[in-house]
């Protein structure tokens, strides 16, 4: 019985099956092949919508005006951004609209901030807006007949707008506004700097003022040596807990004449550093090695006889140091 089965099924089938079973295998490819046709005529046609120059013109006023942007931190920025930080201001902006970004230069911030790993940026659209958008596109290119064909036809135009939409012009309108907005802020910015320049060029050198104009001889002299070497100027930079203090003498074209290394004169003038252990022994050290630092940069200021010192006020132990030093 079971031998009669097998002979049965190993039967070679009839030309008429046969030939059912080619027509539907050439039915189902015919099928497949024109949804791949379809498919690529509709990107094809969302690529050509998307490019062209006039549907990019009426979308970018748009997407420009409604855009909005927001930022996250990495697990970087949550670690290392905290109320001091100087990403502090943009390390959580929520749909923050971009025409905001028209003045300033925070959006050079985020770029930076970004490229070191501290926040991601997100523009994006509102989904009413992509709809509206959509809406407004349909009505151009949509068919108004209502015959079955037309019916089914405008569906495949909606797949070739949505397509167009979401995958060519939002990208490439982001991109363009991303760039747009590094630009403007550039300009902003080297303009800013250009006028502060101009500012800075457009004061006079400073002019000294003799106070022993009594003594003609001390006056000659004081205005021969800056016509030679110009106007001598101290800059002093206080440092901190592992940076030293440098006094630096420039003259009239701003080459370095002397300069002076402090090791300790940062160290504040009474540290509590008294234990049990040392009984006072190293605030005595501490003590005297910032007295020596300090009589040693009287003694160079003596010595340079700078017409003008300038300090670099950077923290308040510049201002603890002025007091201390005057």
């Given at each position: 019985m079971e031998l009669a089965l097998s002979l049965v099924d190993l039967q070679p089938t009839t030309?008429?099956?046969r030939d059912s079973n080619d027509f539907e295998e050439r039915y189902r490819l015919r099928e497949e092949r024109a949804k791949d046709l379809l498919k690529n005529a509709q990107t094809m046609l969302a690529f050509e919508i998307a490019y062209d120059p006039n549907v990019r013109q009426s979308l970018r006023n748009v997407y420009e005006k409604a855009s909005v942007l927001s930022t996250s931190p990495t697990a970087k920025g949550k670690h290392e951004i905290d109320a001091f930080h100087t990403y502090h201001s943009i390390k959580r902006l929520q749909g923050k609209p971009v025409d905001r970004f028209s003045t300033g230069v925070q959006y050079l911030e985020i770029i930076r901030a970004e490229r070191e790993g501290f926040i991601t940026q997100k523009i994006e659209l509102a989904e009413f807006t992509k709809v509206e958008m959509l809406r407004e596109m349909e009505k151009l290119f949509l068919s108004d007949s209502t015959t079955t064909a037309a019916t089914l036809w405008n569906e495949v135009r909606r797949n070739v707008l949505d397509e167009s939409l979401k995958i060519f012009l939002l990208p490439a309108l982001e991109r363009e506004l991303r760039r747009r907005l590094t630009d403007e802020a550039e300009d902003r910015l080297i303009k800013?700097?250009?006028?502060?320049?101009d500012m800075m060029l457009l004061v006079r050198p400073y002019s000294v003022r003799h106070q022993n104009s009594n003594n003609e001889s001390y006056r000659a002299e004081e205005e021969e040596e800056?016509?030679?070497?110009?106007?001598?100027?101290l800059s002093f930079v206080h440092g901190g807990v592992e940076a030293p203090s440098m006094a630096v003498v420039l003259d009239g074209e701003g080459e370095v004449i002397q300069f002076l290394k402090l090791n300790y004169l940062s160290e504040r003038k009474h540290m509590p550093t008294v234990t049990e252990e040392?009984?006072?022994?190293e605030e005595q050290i501490v003590g005297k090695d910032r007295n020596s630092d300090m009589n040693r940069l009287k003694s160079f200021i003596i010595r340079t006889s700078p017409k003008v010192i300038a300090l670099a006020a950077t923290s308040m132990d510049c201002k603890r140091f002025m007091d201390d030093f005057t």
């Open positions: 030309a008429a099956e800013d700097i250009s006028h502060k320049l800056e016509k030679r070497v110009g106007v001598r100027v040392n009984n006072g022994e």
